[in-house]
């Protein structure tokens, strides 16, 4: 089946069907070896891709930089203190100049609705880089890191552990429940995620085959998985909360035990950046289980995915 995606937007995978996932996953995984063979084919020679940052960002905003610039392509970053939407400007009225400046629009920040806005005004490709509710960027980069390591889906178990209401969680549900990765979040009552995402995620796992389960009992929950998955305990914008949630979590740090409890088969996962001490221990992620770098690294090649697949030049 051949797969079109050129002129859509990124806002969240539950838009994507499985088809377009999974030749996102392969296109990931051939510009990766594209890259560590150095060959660069400059497929963006000549165009230009606005990075609007609300929040900070290590990961995002270099992996879409070092992935358009390698190609040839020229970034424009804009900041708080660059730009303010919604501010002086609307933002249906931001949306349409950069529209007719940029080729694509990357977005990360709080609101959704700001990415959607976006999308519907600009005219071109827009790619949320992270917002309250989704991290679609991430969860491609997530399953990409589990095909090269297990080399399918099929029968494989992810075990979230921690807050498993925030950005992150949400869209790695989405993406494994729509490739078909059983998938299950361990986490305290008052982080379950909501059940809006829990529904909406079993109704794509009934289509694809695989098993969305919550639960409050971590030894349980880690027991047969293939991952164990964790991120920080308080996102940006949370860290108020902080001391109450070290409270709250400290019996869902994944560490040496935990993982043994997994099996010695499992490896770990992280979205970094990691608080060493807090959701996970040194030795977890500094060891030989950890495929948490390989998972960073998979952000570009994911990312370089997406915009060649939306920009028409695949």
Known sequence: MSINLKGRSLISLKDYTPEEINYLIDLSISVKKEKHNNIRKERFKGMTIALLFEKR???????????????????????????????????????????????????????????????????????????????????????????????????????????????????????????????RIASPKPLLPSENIVSLTRNFAEKSGSIVEITTDIKKAVKDADVIYTDVWASMGEEDKLADRIKLLKPYQVNKELMLLAGKEAIFMHCLPAVKGNEVTAEVIDGDKSEAWNQAENRKHSIKAIILATLGLV
């Open 57 to 183: 960002s290590t990961r995002t905003r270099c992996a879409f930089e070092t992935a358009f610039g390698e190609e040839g392509g020229h970034t424009v970053f804009l900041s708080n203190s660059d730009i303010q939407l919604g501010a002086k400007e609307s933002i249906e009225d931001t949306a349409r100049i950069l529209g007719r400046m940029f080729d694509c629009i990357q977005f990360r920040g709080f609101k959704t609705s700001n990415v959607e806005i976006l999308a519907k005004y600009s005219g071109v490709p827009v790619y949320n880089g992270l917002t309250d509710d989704f991290h679609p960027t991430q969860a491609l980069a997530d399953i990409m890191t589990v095909r090269e390591y297990f080399k399918t889906y099929k029968g494989i178990k992810i075990v979230y552990v921690g807050d498993g209401r925030n950005n992150v969680a949400n869209s790695l549900m989405i993406a494994c429940s729509k490739v078909g990765i059983d998938i």
